[in-house]
């Protein structure tokens, strides 16, 4: 399991850098950078609104929003391997929602981390988990 989860994001970017335009020779390299600024945009204020709205129920339901963090991050990642089947006009709006699963993936999956942590904790030796 943990190659794979460093192999998918690896084997999604390949789509979606080409769907951004990258190795054709008509892209704008100036739209493309600006399109990817969105993608980051869109994904940080995803991120900041969803932890806003998440925070007060992360302690009380852990597995769920770790279970919605994977969830999540699937999502995200087959809106990266799509992107390049929509055409250029709905690839930024496909990467900034790719971003916004992504960074809600982030966002649950270490705001539960440290309730699993201690739930899995023997004798309070949260440190030695990793």
């Given at each position: 399991?943990?190659?794979?989860t460093?192999?998918r994001?690896?084997?999604?970017?390949?789509?979606?850098?080409?769907a951004?335009?990258?190795?054709?020779?008509?892209?704008?390299?100036?739209?493309?950078?600006?399109?990817?600024?969105?993608?980051?945009?869109?994904?940080?204020?995803?991120?900041?609104?969803?932890?806003?709205?998440?925070?007060?129920?992360?302690?009380?339901?852990?597995?769920?929003?770790?279970?919605?963090?994977?969830?999540?991050n699937?999502?995200?990642l087959?809106?990266?391997?799509?992107a390049?089947?929509?055409?250029?006009?709905?690839?930024?709006?496909?990467?900034?929602?790719?971003?916004?699963?992504?960074?809600?993936?982030?966002?649950a999956?270490?705001?539960t981390?440290?309730?699993?942590?201690a739930?899995?904790?023997?004798?309070?030796?949260?440190?030695d988990?990793?």
């Amino acid at each position: 399991q943990p190659a794979a989860t460093y192999l998918r994001p690896a084997v999604a970017t390949r789509p979606l850098l080409s769907a951004a335009g990258v190795g054709d020779a008509t892209a704008d390299a100036t739209s493309s950078a600006v399109a990817w600024l969105l993608r980051d945009g869109l994904g940080l204020l995803g991120g900041l609104a969803f932890g806003g709205w998440a925070a007060p129920f992360f302690d009380g339901h852990a597995k769920e929003f770790r279970l919605f963090a994977d969830a999540a991050n699937d999502l995200g990642l087959a809106i990266d391997l799509a992107a390049p089947h929509c055409g250029r006009g709905a690839w930024p709006w496909m990467a900034g929602a790719s971003a916004v699963c992504k960074a809600m993936c982030g966002v649950a999956a270490g705001a539960t981390k440290a309730s699993v942590t201690a739930h899995f904790s023997l004798r309070g030796n949260v440190a030695d988990h990793h």
